[in-house]
């Protein structure tokens, strides 16, 4: 059985890579593939923990997808143990949950000049099967920092689970448990997609950190705001 999950590890990476790589801006990417109870620690800084083998940097973008996801709201099953940059930020699974700690002191910096979404929570997708879908992922730390550092105004920060048929698909990100948020970024999304009518029906909630700070960039107008919540199609639900 052992030999048989090993083979069919990289055909899910490379699923799981076609079907968000129109959402990632250009750069490597690590996916997370610690377990609790299972690895030796659940550390960032653990080149172990990453597929492939080794810690991300400035050009990474970082996935959580199903592997090493946690059973539910409250277990840590990430953590943020040193201060590091990365390029994007992706959270995406269909099963479990995964819970992000910041350790105190401790920043984890979001930091690219090119055009794309920067922090995504939620899945893109039409099969029917994820109608009724809810992705929920937490990150929380006493003292941690979540920085975005986006100039670059097409830049996004998106929270939406989003799906063709109609149906109670939901992405939360939770950072309710988090000291400090500072974002510089082009815009901000909250159950939003850029096109019309129903075919997408973005659903998506948002939990601040404890501390704020946000810029939007982008220079958004009346009718496409810098900051957007629950602006897409007749059919949508969302919540700050």
């Known amino acids: 059985m052992k030999k048989i999950l090993l083979l069919l590890k990289p055909l899910l990476l490379a699923i799981v890579a076609a079907v968000i790589s129109s959402a990632l801006p250009a750069g490597a990417q690590s996916v997370w593939n610690a377990t609790n109870n299972v690895s030796a620690n659940t550390n960032w800084s653990s080149s172990v923990n990453w597929l492939p083998n080794g810690v991300p940097g400035a050009s990474s973008n970082v996935l959580f997808i199903d592997l090493g996801a946690a059973g539910g709201i409250g277990t840590i099953n990430n953590v943020v143990d040193a201060n590091i940059t990365i390029q994007q930020l992706r959270y995406g699974q269909t099963n479990g949950v995964h819970n ?21 929570a939620g899945m893109d997708s039409t099969n029917s099967i ?59 999304w909250v159950g939003v997609f850029p096109q019309s009518g129903n075919a997408s029906r973005p659903q998506g909630q948002l939990f601040l950190a404890k501390t704020n700070n946000i810029t939007a960039v982008g220079g958004g107008t009346k009718s496409a705001p810098s900051i957007d919540v629950g602006d897409t199609g007749d059919r949508k639900s969302t919540r700050l």
Do not use: C
């Open 100 to 120: 992000t700690l910041i350790l105190p002191g401790v920043t984890l910096t979001v930091s690219n000049s090119v055009a794309g979404t920067n922090i995504l």
């Open 130 to 188: 994820y109608s009724a879908l809810t992705v929920n992922n937490t990150i929380s730390g006493a003292g941690g920092t979540l920085a975005i550092i986006m100039t670059n105004a097409a830049s996004v920060i998106s929270v939406r689970q989003m799906n063709n048929v109609a149906g109670a698909h939901f992405a939360v990100l939770d950072m309710s448990g988090l000291d400090n948020f500072n974002a510089t970024v082009g815009k901000v």
